[in-house]
């Protein structure tokens, strides 16, 4: 434990990822996955990988565990390649896709799997902790969806890893599911560990992570607190029924970042919907059909790439 | 520590699963009693100077073990399926425990094949002294090798859906060619041919019980290079094999 703290108010670097490239041969020529992804996460440090589906987010974490070989770059973890940081046991993992291996109890695997790693937590420790005791006794091959995203969890966690890798973690989780499991991944965070996962719920990063990577199309688009990507990528849009208007007056309107046109219609994008529209309709009383709705991310991350590809 | 606990859990699993079960230690049990019980009275079978029971327990022991050796490969790929196999890959499971595990659970299926075709053989009345029952016991397990590394081979290069006629179809050439349902004879291309297979000489080692004496060098070269040549692709294939499924 004590080793632990140090780690962290040294600041000792856990996850070095340095112009990470990756392209695969599909059936439609060559796909990029990942186009030069720099990334160094601290020790300790809770990170979000964000990013709408096919942003290159599993592909990145498969090329951090050593499962993919990147075409260019390099992945250093504590200081080491990938395949020394698993062999030694400090990296925990739960990869996106998957299930688990049959004919065990949920307990009896996660037993099995901790046999392999120098230092793994109880077994017992690793059910309260991921909440499954109702579960452990069961065959792995009857569990539901989101009871089998639980038990992978605790196979996860059972490595008592340094470093914890989730891709996608909640997907097929209920609502209650998806609390307890954050609950826990922030308890085990804070026992100094570094944790790194990815998702495409902008609420799950917001309210989870110390520190968002956002990633679109291969690429690293920003990196930074919660807060900073929140108000890149979780504006609001404002669609309203206005002829005639300039979208540079729009555009000049407190709380409107972007404005353009569709037919009748002006679509605002909003840093701050509330000062918009109180400014909109102050300026504009004959804005009618008037929705408010919140930009969906793969919107947000097209404007930052188109951006980023403009540059 | 970490290869008795995984082991044993490799172990309980594969046992628990009754359907695999059922059809791997079943089918040559069936089939042997349903060819040898009716011929049991049979003394001298083709003129062979060997009673039927023994003639066709020791043609089943072949077909028997290679399959229980082989099957690996279908659990393998089943484990696949699922992305097991990745899942691994983040673990400090070394290639070597894995082999050594998928192996030993081989030869756990494989010997208790044999357990039950000596049973069903001796209840037939199949008599041998002792030494020849140690003797074939011995020389099958050591056959086996190859079909170990062959196994874990099919299950890191087919998928869940392939590996079944995959593994159906190479169990029936192997024994066709190694002459596990009828002798090859002495001669010509296939004879040749069905030397330089391993099921050659585990049907040699499983004659010991109708009076064969084993294999010499030649079968200990076939065996060997068998063994190691299929031992270098299953392990490359298995350090390869970390794509998503």
């Given at each position: 434990?004590?080793?632990?703290l ?13 112009g ?24 300790g440090?809770?990170v ?17 565990l ?15 390649s990938?395949r ?15 299930s688990?291996?049959r004919?065990?109890s949920?307990?009896?695997l ?21 909440g ?9 091959q009857?569990?539901?969806g989101?009871?089998?995203q639980r ?6 966690l059972?490595?008592?890893?340094d ?16 609390r ?22 902008l609420?799950?990063a ?16 920003a990196?930074?607190?919660p ?38 219609a002006v ?15 102050a ?24 951006k980023?590809?403009?540059? | ?15 628990r ?30 003129s062979s ?6 003639y ?71 008599r ?15 056959g086996l ?21 995959a ?29 330089a ?15 064969g004496s ?9 065996l060997?290079?068998?063994?190691v040549?299929a ?15």
């Amino acid at each position: 434990m004590i080793e632990t703290l140090e780690n962290v108010t040294t600041a000792a670097v856990g996850v070095t990822l340095h112009g990470l490239t990756k392209s695969f041969v599909g059936e439609h020529g060559t796909v990029q996955a990942v186009r030069g992804v720099d990334v160094s996460i601290d020790a300790g440090e809770t990170v979000a990988l964000l990013g709408p589906n096919g942003a290159g987010k599993s592909t990145t974490v498969d090329m951090m565990l050593g499962l993919l070989q990147p075409d260019a770059g390099s992945v250093r973890l504590f200081g080491g390649s990938p395949r020394e940081a698993v062999a030694s046991g400090r990296v925990g993992a739960m990869l996106q896709t998957g299930s688990l291996l049959r004919d065990l109890s949920v307990r009896e695997l996660i037993t099995m799997v901790a046999s392999l790693y120098p230092q793994p937590l109880g077994v017992d420790e690793t059910i309260s902790l991921t909440g499954i005791e109702e579960i452990a006794d069961r065959m792995t091959q009857k569990l539901s969806g989101g009871e089998t995203q639980r038990a992978r969890f605790a196979i996860a966690l059972v490595s008592n890893p340094d470093l914890l890798v989730l891709d996608e973690p909640t997907v097929a989780m209920d609502v209650e599911a998806r609390r307890a499991f954050w609950t826990t991944m922030r308890a085990f965070a804070a026992r100094g560990r570094t944790v790194m996962f990815a998702t495409h719920y902008l609420e799950e990063a917001d309210a989870y992570a110390d520190r968002v990577v956002l990633m679109a199309n291969g690429r690293v688009v920003a990196d930074g607190p919660p807060t900073e990507i929140k108000a890149m990528v979780g504006g609001r849009r404002i669609r309203a029924t206005l002829p005639g208007a300039h979208l540079f007056e729009l555009e000049s309107l407190p709380g409107v970042t972007h404005a353009e046109q569709r037919g009748e219609a002006v679509i605002l994008s909003c840093s701050d919907s509330d000062a918009a529209i109180r400014a909109l309709l102050a300026r504009f009383p004959n804005a009618s059909d008037l929705e408010i709705t919140g930009a969906g991310l793969e919107d947000a991350f097209v404007e930052l790439t188109g951006k980023e590809d403009a540059e | 520590m970490t290869f008795t606990t995984y082991t044993r859990y490799e172990l309980l699993r594969t046992f628990r699963n009754r359907r695999f079960l059922v059809f791997a230690f079943g089918f040559p049990l069936v089939l042997y009693i349903l060819i040898a019980a009716p011929n049991r009275h049979t003394h001298n079978l083709g003129s062979s100077g060997l009673s039927a029971p023994v003639y066709f327990m020791v043609g089943l022991l072949t077909f028997g073990t290679m399959n229980a050796m082989l099957s690996a490969g279908a659990r393998i790929a089943a484990e696949r399926s699922v992305g097991w196999n990745r899942q691994l890959r983040i673990t400090p499971l070394s290639p070597r425990t894995y082999f050594r595990t998928k192996v030993l659970t081989g030869y756990a299926m494989a010997l208790v094949t044999i357990g039950l075709l000596y049973a069903a053989g001796f209840v037939l009345g199949v008599r041998l002294p002792a030494g020849d029952w140690f003797h074939m016991t011995w020389l099958i397990l050591i056959g086996l090798v190859p079909f170990a590394a062959l196994g874990i081979l099919m299950g890191h290069l087919l998928t869940a859906d392939s590996v079944g006629p995959a593994l159906g179809g190479t169990t029936a050439i192997l024994a066709f060619l190694g002459g596990v349902w009828f002798p090859i004879g002495h001669h010509g291309a296939l004879h040749e041919i069905g030397e330089a297979l391993p099921s050659y000489w585990l049907v040699q080692a499983a004659h010991v019980g109708t009076g064969g004496s084993g294999w010499g060098a030649h079968g200990w070269i076939v065996l060997i290079a068998w063994a190691v040549g299929a031992t270098i692709l299953a392990r490359r294939a298995y350090l390869r094999d970390t794509r998503r499924a």
